[in-house]
C-alpha cells in the first residue's frame, strides 16, 4: 500500500492550509528569485520543475533573522513593565515543497537550540512546524548532499517526502506523527494505491569521502592551506545567511522614550566584528582564521559535540559567495590531503 | 581573448618570479556554471591558473585595502577599465601607494552573457597605459590595445535611465518601492564587503557608543544603512556595480549609487575615479556651489 | 486624568527638529528671543559648532526618533567661523536631499536655510514657515508606519493611525501595544 497526492493536490492542500489557519511557507517567485516565502495564495507555490533549491533556506520561519526576545514599555511613574512576546499566539505552520537537505537541517538546528538551554524562541517554533519536502529529480550544479551524508531523498526532519512518480503525482512518505496527523486531517487530498510506483529520485555521485575531512582538520590548524583557500574571501555574511545549519545570532538592545526590547539577531562568523573584544583585540583579526573557523566548526566542533556535521550539502555558501569561495572544493582538497 | 590570458600568465609568472611582485590578484576558474572567482596567487608556477573570459566580473581592486593580501608585500593586479577607475579613488584618497602596486591593464569587450548593460555603454574598454597623462591613472601593462580612454559621456540619459524611471514616479510610489527593496536586506553586508571605496575599518554601522546606525535586519534600519551607505560613497563611487551583483536579496542598489554619481556630476561636474590627481567632490567645495534651495 | 483625555483629543502638532550652528543661526535664534519676537514653539534647537559638523546621521536619526521636520540652518557663504565648514556641508545636503527624495521623502520636511547672528527676524520667519508647511503635510507617517513594522515601542503604540505594516511585522515578539492599555499605565 502506498499513497500518492496528485500536484494538483499538493496545491490543494496549501489552499485548505492557509484556510485552517496554517502559515503555508513554499518556495515562490520574489522578482528574479527562488525564495521560502509565508504565501498567501495557493497559486504562488511554484511546482517542484521551476526550482531546484531556493535562494536561501526556510531556516527564517524557525529562527527569525530579527526576533524580539523581551520588550520594556514604561509604565506608571516611568517604572519599566516587562513583557515576553506571545509565542503560543504563533499559528501552525508548514513548509511545502522544500528539498531534503533543507528538512535534514532542523535535526542539526535542534541540537544547538537544545543544547545546554532549550530556547523556546526556535522550539516553539519548532513545534508547530509540519515540513513537507520534495525529493530532488534533478541536482543542480552546486548539489553536494551525497557527500554530507545524505541524498536526494534524505529523510532526515521531514514529516512527510514527496517523491516524483509519473503522471504529475507524488508518492507521500509519512515519517511522523505530525506527518501522520497531516495526511489525516487532508486526508480527502491523498489517495492510496497498491504498490509504490516508480519514483524519480536524482542519482548524485560523492564529491569526496566525508570521514577523511575530521581527521585532516584534527591535525592541520596552522595549515597554510587555510590562507590560500580564505585570501578571497570577503568577510560578508552571505553564505551564514543563506545556509540552513548557521546559527549564530548577535544580541542588540534597542529602546527609545516609550521603551524598547532586546533583539535576536543572525550574526556571521566571518565577519570581523564577530570576536573582537571589548579591548579591541580580536582572536581571530585575519579573514583565513575566520574562514578556518567556518569549516571547523561545522565539520569537526559540532560533530565532536553533536554527532552531526553542521553541514547539509545543499551548495548555497558556494553559489551566493560574491567570490564563489567553493566548499565543496575545499572539502574535496582537504580530503584529497588525506591519505 | 585567448591571446590575451596566454599573455597574462606569462607576465603574472614573470612579475612572481622576479620578486616584482610578492603577490599577484586576477582571475582563476570559478566553482559555479559561468562564473570565475578571484585568483590569489604567490608563486609563478600558479600563473597558470589564471584566466581571461567573459565572466570576469568581480572588481578585485577591493584587496589592494584588505591586509591578508598587502601584508605580503607588493601586490600585482588584473583590471578591467572599470575596475581601474576604483584603483584611481583609492589613490586620490591615499589608500594605495602607486609604487606598491603593479598595475595589469586588461582590455574588455564586455562581460557577462548576455552582456552586462553597463558594458554595452563602456568607455574605457581599454585601460590606459604607461603613456597615459598625469590625469590619468597609468597602468603599468596593458593586455590588448593601449589608449587614451574615451572623452567623458555628454548623454546623461542613456547612463541614467533607470535612475530617471524611479524620479519619475510619484513620490509615494518611490517610497513604497524602497520600503519593500530594504525591507528585504538581510545586513549581510555583502555590498561593503566587495566594495573597493568601503575600506573603512571601523564603518559607520559598526559605531555604537551610541549605536548612531541600527545593525537589525529591520526596514528601518536597513533604510538608514542604505541611505547612509550611498552617502558616503557619493562623489567616491565608480559605478562597478560590484555591490548589486553580490546582494543575495538582488536588491538594486547600484539605484542608490548611480543617483548620487548624477547629482555629483550635475552639480559638482565630477566623475570619480578618473583622475588620480583630483580632489573627490565631496572633499572639496566651490563658492559658486548651488545655494538656491536655502532660504 | 481629564486633563490627559483632553489632550489625547487634541489637535496634533509638528515636531520639528533644528540643527544649527553656534555662531550664526543660534545667536540669530538668541536675538530672536531677546528682540521678544514671537514664532511658533514647535521646533527644538539642537547647537553645533558649525554646520559642517552636521552629519546627515543626525538628520536621519532625528526622523527616526519621530520628527516631522527638519530644519538646518548656519552662517551666511563666507561668514562660517571656521571659514569653509558651511561650505563644505552644502555640498553634502545638495546631494543628501536628493537622495532622501529620491527615496520618497518631501523634501518639505527637510528645509535649509542660512540665517545670520544679526537676523532674528529671519529665524522667526523661517521657524513659521517650516512649522506651517510641515502642520500642512502632517506628521511623518511613511516614516513612522516604517519604524512601526520595526518593532520601534514609540511607533507601535500609534500603530494604529497608520494600520497595514504598524504590526511590528519585520520583527516577530513586537506586536502593536494596545492604546488602552498603554493610557492605563501611564495614567
Sequence with gaps: MATIITAENLKQLAREMLKAGYRVIAPAKQADLVVFKAIKDAQEMLPESEYILPQASFKEFVFPRCECILRYRFGEGGKPVFESPNLDGEPPQAVIGCRPCDAASLPILDKIFGWDYVDPFYFKRREKTAVISVACSRAGEGCFCTSAGYAPDSTAGSDILLKKCAGGKYAAEVLSDKGRQLAEKFGSLFEKVEATPPVEVAGLNPAFDVEKIKPWLDKHFDDPLWLEIAARCMGCGTCAYGCPTCHCFDMVDEGDLAGGCRLKNWDTCSSALFTKHGSGHNPRSSQEQRYRQRVLHKFKYYLEKFGLRACVGCGRCTARCPVNLDLRGVLQTIAGKQA | ?295 | ?187
Design chain 2, 1 to 295: 581573448m585567448a591571446e590575451a590570458v596566454e599573455e597574462l600568465r606569462a607576465l603574472a609568472r614573470d612579475l612572481l618570479a622576479k620578486g616584482t611582485v610578492q603577490v599577484f590578484v586576477g582571475y582563476g576558474k570559478g566553482a559555479s556554471p559561468g562564473r570565475t572567482a578571484p585568483l590569489i596567487i604567490t608563486s609563478a608556477d600558479r600563473a597558470a591558473e589564471l584566466v581571461w573570459d567573459k565572466h570576469c566580473l568581480n572588481n578585485l581592486a577591493v584587496y589592494l585595502t584588505r591586509s591578508e593580501v598587502t601584508k605580503r608585500g607588493k601586490v600585482g593586479i588584473v583590471v578591467k577599465g572599470c575596475d581601474a577607475r576604483a584603483v584611481t579613488g583609492l589613490l586620490q584618497e591615499g589608500q594605495v601607494a602607486r609604487e606598491n602596486v603593479v598595475i595589469v591593464g586588461m582590455s574588455c569587450d564586455g562581460m557577462g552573457e548576455p552582456l552586462l548593460e553597463a558594458c554595452g555603454r563602456c568607455d574605457v574598454h581599454t585601460p590606459a597605459g604607461k603613456d597615459a597623462d598625469a590625469h590619468h591613472l597609468a597602468c603599468d601593462y596593458v593586455i590588448g590595445k593601449a589608449a587614451v580612454p574615451d572623452a567623458q559621456k555628454e548623454d546623461e540619459g542613456a547612463e541614467y535611465a533607470d535612475v530617471a524611471r524611479i524620479e519619475a514616479l510619484p513620490l509615494a510610489e518611490r517610497w513604497a518601492f524602497w520600503q519593500e527593496q530594504f525591507g528585504r536586506c538581510v545586513r549581510c553586508y555583502a555590498c561593503r564587503q566587495v566594495c573597493p571605496l568601503c575600506y573603512c575599518k571601523r564603518c559607520a554601522v559598526e559605531k555604537n557608543e551610541p549605536q548612531w546606525l541600527a545593525t537589525s535586519a529591520h526596514t528601518a534600519g536597513n533604510f538608514a544603512w542604505h541611505v547612509i551607505r550611498a552617502m558616503h560613497l557619493a562623489g567616491r563611487c565608480v559605478g562597478c556595480g560590484a555591490c548589486e551583483r553580490a546582494c543575495p536579496q538582488h536588491i538594486p542598489l547600484s539605484l542608490l549609487n548611480k543617483k548620487m554619481a548624477k547629482a555629483v556630476l550635475q552639480h559638482f561636474k565630477y566623475r570619480a575615479g578618473n583622475d588620480p590627481t583630483a580632489a573627490p567632490a565631496v572633499k572639496t567645495f566651490e563658492l559658486s556651489d548651488e545655494n538656491d534651495y536655502f532660504r
Design chain 3, 1 to 187: 486624568m481629564e486633563k490627559k483625555a483632553e489632550t489625547e483629543k487634541a489637535v496634533w502638532q509638528p515636531k520639528i527638529i533644528a540643527f544649527v550652528c553656534n555662531w550664526c543661526t543660534y545667536a540669530g535664534a538668541d536675538l530672536a528671543g531677546t528682540s521678544r519676537l514671537k514664532y511658533d514653539a514647535h521646533i527644538r534647537v539642537l547647537r553645533l559648532p558649525c554646520t559642517g559638523r552636521i552629519d546627515p546621521l543626525f538628520i536621519l536619526k532625528a526622523f527616526e526618533r519621530g520628527a516631522d521636520g527638519v530644519l538646518v540652518s548656519g552662517c551666511h557663504p563666507g561668514d562660517c567661523h571656521y571659514n569653509t565648514g558651511n561650505y563644505h556641508a552644502r555640498r553634502r545636503w545638495t546631494l543628501f536631499r536628493e537622495l532622501l527624495e529620491f527615496v520618497g521623502i518631501d523634501l518639505q520636511r527637510l528645509q535649509f536655510a542660512w540665517v545670520s547672528a544679526a537676523e532674528g527676524a529671519k529665524w522667526a520667519e523661517v521657524v513659521n514657515a517650516m512649522v506651517a508647511h510641515v502642520r500642512e503635510l502632517g506628521p511623518f507617517e511613511g516614516y513612522h508606519t516604517m519604524l512601526a513594522r520595526s518593532g520601534q515601542t514609540l511607533w507601535l503604540a500609534k500603530a494604529g493611525a497608520n494600520g497595514g505594516n504598524g504590526s511590528g511585522h519585520d520583527v516577530p515578539g513586537t506586536q502593536p501595544v494596545e492604546r488602552s492599555k498603554e493610557k492605563q499605565e501611564t495614567e
